[in-house]
């Protein structure tokens, strides 16, 4: 899975709560990385990979595996049903995930869900699903490598999924990296960025 001899896998977990109906605003989780990376040292961190899974420990649907079901509802009703995950890392804390795109100043991945139910017109069960799911990774956005000299933020959000309300779930993160030099000047750089945020 490593890319090089050098290369490192870091792993973490959260957990982030959905209010009623399947809503959660934007909320950030953080990787600390301070036993990798150091300003004083000129020590960072280049990201390579990262890897997102969502888990659902207390599935009613799925109790045995803790598998996440991307669909968001099962009966759709007379005008179907639109909605919508968002995790992304970044360095810099967006106040709403709707802000975030492979664009976005510090940003170094994001995965997108989506889940759509048609009805079928008659009754209220829906008969039709369309999930997609949508990665823009390091490799993509950044392909030597993003480096850091700060800790990750992890930010979730979603819309209006509804078979998840008043839940938690959880996002497993696995990330390859390779610890390197930065030289100074880039540093300066880097942290003059970071206190304009």
Not at 13 to 42: A, H, K, P, Q
Not at 69 to 86: C, F, I, T
Not at 92 to 98: D, L
């Amino acid at each position: 899975m490593t890319k090089n001899a050098g290369d490192i896998i870091l792993r973490d977990r959260m957990e982030f709560d959905i209010d009623t109906g399947g809503f959660r605003t934007t909320v950030y989780g953080r990787i600390d990385l301070s036993s990798y990376i150091s300003v004083v040292e000129n020590r960072g961190l280049a990201v390579k990979a990262l890897y997102f899974q969502v888990r659902e420990q207390n599935s009613l649907v799925l109790p045995n595996t803790g598998i996440w079901d991307p669909v968001a509802d099962l009966e759709a009703g007379n005008d179907g049903h639109r909605a919508a995950l968002k995790i992304y890392a970044t360095t810099r804390a967006y106040e709403n995930a709707a802000d975030v795109g492979i664009a976005s100043p510090d940003v170094l991945c994001i995965r997108e869900w989506t889940s759509t139910t048609s009805p079928n017109g008659t009754t209220s069960n829906a008969t039709s699903y369309i999930c997609t799911d949508n990665f823009f990774g390091p490799m993509d956005l950044h392909p030597s490598g993003y480096v850091l000299v700060s800790d990750l933020l992890i930010g979730v959000a979603m819309d209006d999924w509804n078979t998840n309300d008043e839940d938690t779930l959880e996002v497993d993160i696995l990330m390859i990296a390779e610890p390197v030099k930065v030289t100074k000047d880039r540093m300066n750089e880097m942290l003059a960025q970071a206190q304009d945020l």
